[in-house]
């Protein structure tokens, strides 16, 4: 999960590197082009896939929402400060929160709807409306998260039906496809630069993935997600070295609120899951 958080921390700062050059849409468009090759492997699985109505609609949808994510998130990362796109990006599992108990039919316990509200206080220490002026970076980051936590939500839906790894590839391929005419309406030349800075993002993408997918493996979540508020302290770090960013204590704090929360509310369901499955003492006995 250490590895996984530089990897995502690595996307960013390669992103920040990259900057304006490239417009976002056609950045995103490249970025999940070049990750195709991560997928050629699965060319076999996805041929041969045969989905059903209902998930054709749910790629698609996923395939839209996330295309929206992926670009408000390219167009924030050269707007505003690593620390403050890290600390937003946290509120992406309150969303989710949110969003299974409106449309998955999930109970919104107390205690969850009390983390929910603390991790909305925590947005609001980095936001601080009033008393700096909120950017469009801000509103876009904003929105890059929610249409990443309704990407969440498609994509639990596809589990149920499909393998981690076909739902994977077929995300990549619907954003590669959703972001083509957007990308193709901004187009400017790349340099080699530039595309092999892209090229990298992808790489560094997989590979988080990848490390994410075997830290779930290997560890509880209420152990692996913790580790995650550490992706704030390298972007900060990072900001501060290679960009020259101040060090925004509210930033900081917020996030921290938000951490907590997502913890929290990671840890409560990790423990009513055992709960659930742990059998009953004279059952352990036979």
Not at 153 to 180: E, R
Request: with cysteine; net charge positive.
């Amino acid at each position: 999960m250490l590895l996984t958080g530089l990897c995502f921390v690595a996307v960013n700062v390669l992103v920040k590197f990259l900057g304006p050059r490239v417009p976002a849409p056609q950045a995103a468009f490249l970025r999940f082009l070049f990750g195709l090759v991560f997928l050629l492997p699965m060319w076999p699985v996805l041929r041969d896939l045969r989905p059903t109505a209902r998930q054709w609609r749910l790629i698609a949808g996923r395939g839209v929402v996330h295309t929206g994510a992926v670009t408000l998130w390219f167009f924030a990362m050269t707007r505003i400060p690593l620390a403050d796109v890290n600390a937003m990006n946290y509120m992406t599992p309150i969303y989710v929160t949110i969003g299974a108990a409106l449309f998955l039919g999930e109970t919104l316990a107390t205690r969850r709807i009390i983390a929910i509200g603390v991790a909305l206080v925590g947005a609001l220490i980095i936001l601080r409306p009033g008393f700096r002026e909120i950017g469009p970076g801000h509103m876009a980051m904003l929105g890059s998260s929610v249409f990443f936590g309704a990407s969440f939500l498609s994509g639990k839906l596809l589990a149920d039906d499909l393998s981690p790894a076909v739902v994977v590839a077929a995300l990549s391929l619907a954003v590669t496809i959703g972001m083509a005419p957007l990308a193709i309406m901004v187009w400017q030349p790349v340099t080699l630069h530039d595309g092999l800075l892209l090229f990298a993002v992808a790489s560094c993408a997989t590979l988080g993935h990848y490390t994410m997918t075997r830290a779930f493996k290997l560890a509880p979540v209420t152990i692996t997600q913790p580790v995650t508020f550490l992706q704030l302290v390298w972007a900060t770090l990072f900001g501060v070295f290679l960009f020259h960013e101040a060090v925004d204590g509210f930033v900081l704090l917020g996030g921290g609120i938000i951490i907590a929360a997502v913890s929290f509310i990671t840890w409560r369901e990790a423990k009513a899951k055992r709960r659930a499955t742990t059998p009953p003492v004279p059952a352990t006995k036979l």
